[in-house]
Every structure is written in structure tokens, then in C-alpha cells.
């Protein structure tokens, strides 16, 4: 399999992001944020996505023009992009993200591939030290910084991370539809 110029510029982005992600401090259960809504989620035993799965999650999002989404909002790019990268979670809209939904853990330090929620908008965090994140915008999919003007006024955006051990409805389902 030969891999084209775009498809190696992306991977070695995704990969000096991971690595600099790596080289911050690892998430503490300091780093979990306890709220009544998503406490139950930061249960011990679950784990969340791996430096390699970042990478991944990271290359299929900036890669996203292959993706096919029925509609052209922020959230079903985001749910998009988790279930191409492998990464399943039962659908959710912007604001259910938000209150804290099955599948993620609401944290205070993002890293690369974390959600970044405010009500109603819903990214990927794609650069933290930078505050880059991915997501549906009105210019289309792109990249913005999530501290911002524009974003600082839509209030304090929450952070969730995935946990690849949590089970939801659907999920099942949806790691055996072939792409």
C-alpha cells in the first residue's frame, strides 16, 4: 500500500502532537472533574484512549473529507470521526456532551483527542498547548482556537475523554457495520 504525500503530512502531524502530548503530564484523578452527572464515569477500571489511538483520532479527523455524515453540524462530524477511528459511542447531541454522557469522563487538563463542549458546539481537541480543536464550523470542518473571542464568549467549554472499556447501547452494533 503506498501512502500519498497528504496521508504521511497528516500522520507525522498526528505524531509530534501525540509525542508532545505525551511529554506533559500524565492525567492524575486530579485531572477528573467529579460533578454529579459524570462522576459514575471515572470509575478506575475503564481506560481511555492510548497515545497510538490519539494518533489515530487525530488522522482520521484532520483527514475528515472522506468521512461521510448525513448532517452538516458539529456533533454528527464529531460522532463521525470516533466511530471511522474505531472508537464507538452511542450518538449524542452538543448538549447532552455537555451534561455528560455514557462512554467519557469530563476531565480539567485536556489532551490531544479529548472533546471540548460548550452549550450547543462540540470539537476535538487536537493541539492543547495551542488550544486547537476540530470541528464543524461555518466555514465548514476546520480548526479554530478554543480561547478565542468568539469562544471565550460561549462560556467555559467542558473537556470529556473517551473510555474504550464503557459499554453503550448501540456501540456494539456499531463496531461490526463495515465502513
Same mark, same amino acid.
Given at each position: ?85 474505531? $472508537? ?15 462512554? $467519557? ?53 467542558? $473537556? ?20
Amino acid at each position: 500500500m503506498r501512502i500519498g504525500p497528504k496521508t504521511a503530512t497528516v500522520a507525522l502531524f498526528c505524531a509530534a502532537i501525540c509525542s508532545r502530548g505525551s511529554a506533559q503530564r500524565a492525567p492524575s484523578d486530579q485531572s477528573v472533574i467529579n460533578s454529579s452527572k459524570v462522576s459514575h464515569h471515572a470509575r478506575p477500571h475503564k481506560s481511555t484512549l492510548t497515545k497510538d489511538d490519539r494518533s489515530s483520532l487525530l488522522a482520521v479527523a484532520l483527514d475528515s473529507k472522506h468521512l461521510r455524515y448525513s448532517d452538516h453540524d458539529c456533533s454528527h462530524l464529531v460522532h463521525a470521526i470516533y466511530q471511522r477511528a474505531g $472508537f464507538p459511542y452511542s450518538y449524542a447531541e452538543s448538549e447532552d456532551l455537555y451534561a455528560g454522557v455514557e462512554g $467519557f469522563q469530563r476531565v480539567s487538563r485536556p489532551q490531544a483527542g479529548d472533546l471540548v463542549v460548550w452549550h450547543g458546539h462540540v470539537g476535538i481537541v487536537i493541539r492543547p498547548s495551542q488550544h486547537a480543536f476540530y470541528s464543524f464550523l461555518s466555514r465548514g470542518p476546520a480548526i479554530d482556537d478554543y480561547r478565542s473571542r468568539y469562544w471565550k464568549g460561549r462560556g467555559q467549554p467542558r $473537556f470529556y475523554r473517551y473510555l474504550k472499556n464503557d459499554s453503550c447501547a448501540g456501540c456494539a452494533l456499531a463496531r461490526s457495520q463495515p465502513e
